[in-house]
């Protein structure tokens, strides 16, 4: 079974609908991530969680909205998608470890298209 | 300037050939360095962490060169597996989150 776990795997929907993409990790970490992928951009983060409750704004958090209700589920929303919110969206989990930031590992990532 | 900067490629090379690429970076509070891979519409994976005095890990060697400010990336006897984009990752020092760059595409020609 896969550490962290992304569902869906793929959307397709229409502009102005709410959307939920959901991640959960059976890794333990406090910290998970959500980050968007775009050809020529790389990685992008929306959003990020140390643990329970905790919300912290990414580099790109308009237009979105994220909920960290346990330690092993953080989800990410789509108030009102809009086409140009279209990509590859990844979920990450890490750890801390004598104060420094262990390498990240990521969910499978979702495909999301807004027509 | 980008904090993470990466030639993008693509890097064509003979299967067998040794390949090498770097990634510079911009605040000399970097303190953790990474390789990542990344298959084609695929995860990011992570392939070596970098350290300071250098590592390697079977073909693939890392190197940190903080004068310089950039890490590389040197993979000997290359194999068609091979083929992906590496993406470099840096962390600075009491910042939360680590920054991506965008990736250097490498394909390994047969």
């Known amino acids: 079974d896969a550490d962290v776990t992304q569902t869906p795997r793929n959307r397709i929907t229409k502009t102005g609908k709410r959307i939920m993409l959901e991640c959960s990790q059976t890794k333990g970490h406090d910290r998970m991530y959500w980050y968007r992928q775009d050809p020529g951009l790389g990685l992008r983060l929306i959003y990020y969680s140390f643990d329970v409750k905790d919300i912290n704004k990414g580099e790109i958090s308009d237009g979105y909205s994220v909920s960290r209700q346990a330690q092993a589920k953080f989800s990410l929303s789509l108030e009102s998608a809009i086409p140009n919110q279209t990509a590859l969206y990844f979920c990450?989990?890490?750890?801390?470890?004598?104060?420094?930031?262990?390498?990240?590992?990521f969910g499978d990532g979702t495909r999301l298209s807004i027509l | 300037r980008k904090e993470v900067e990466q030639d993008p490629g693509p890097f064509n090379v003979p299967e067998g050939a040794t390949v090498a690429f770097n990634c510079t970076y911009s605040n000399s509070a970097s303190q953790s360095f990474f390789w990542y891979r990344q298959d084609c519409r695929k995860e990011p994976k992570l392939l070596m962490s970098v350290y300071s005095s250098g590592n390697e890990d079977g073909r693939f060697t890392a190197q940190l060169n903080r004068a310089s400010q950039y890490i590389s990336l040197l993979i000997r006897d290359s194999k068609l597996s091979d083929s992906a984009t590496y993406l470099c990752?840096?962390?600075?020092?009491?910042?939360?989150?680590?920054?991506f760059g965008t990736g250097t595409r490498l394909t390994i020609i047969p």
């Open positions: 990752v840096v962390n600075v020092l009491g910042n939360e989150k680590l920054t």
């Open positions: 990450a989990t890490s750890a801390m470890d004598r104060g420094f930031n262990q390498p990240q590992h």
